[in-house]
């Protein structure tokens, strides 16, 4: 961890710098484990891609996450967790318009096109479209 004492000297109305170490109080991260810190943690396109696709025909994360490890030789070879992959998806699912949203802003767009189409909304007993 690094130290800066600093000051502020009132006759000049600075900030001075009495002390600084950049020396490091802790032990270090091995290099081999530095791809695990969430800086470092980034799933690679190619990973999406293929989780994806193992998710649609029905794979389960476990089971992906195991396929991915072989894949790249053992699990210390993976910078990346379960729990990247979860939530990996969740921002996927968040980027996707709703398919209602999209359609009723297509309906607008097309009635403001043609005053002739005419289209209607019912709510459910729960009060959801």
């Known amino acids: 961890m690094s ?4 000051f502020l000297e009132a006759a000049c109305e600075r900030w001075v710098v009495r002390d600084f170490s950049d020396e490091h109080n802790h032990e270090l ?3 081999k484990l530095v791809e695990m810190l969430k800086s470092h943690k980034k799933m690679a396109e190619v990973d999406i891609n293929q989780m994806n696709h193992m998710k649609e025909v029905g794979i389960s994360m476990p089971n992906i996450f195991r396929s991915l490890a072989s894949q790249c030789g053992g699990y210390e070879n993976v910078n990346f967790t379960i729990k990247d992959m979860h939530n990996q998806v969740a921002k996927q699912k968040q980027q996707l318009p709703d398919d209602l949203d999209s359609a009723m802003a297509y309906l607008e767009k097309l009635t403001a096109r043609d005053q002739n189409l005419f289209y209607s909304v019912e ?3 729960d009060g959801v479209f």
């Open 3 to 6: 130290r800066l004492h600093i």
């Open 123 to 125: 709510k459910g007993r």
């Open 29 to 31: 991260v091995v290099p």
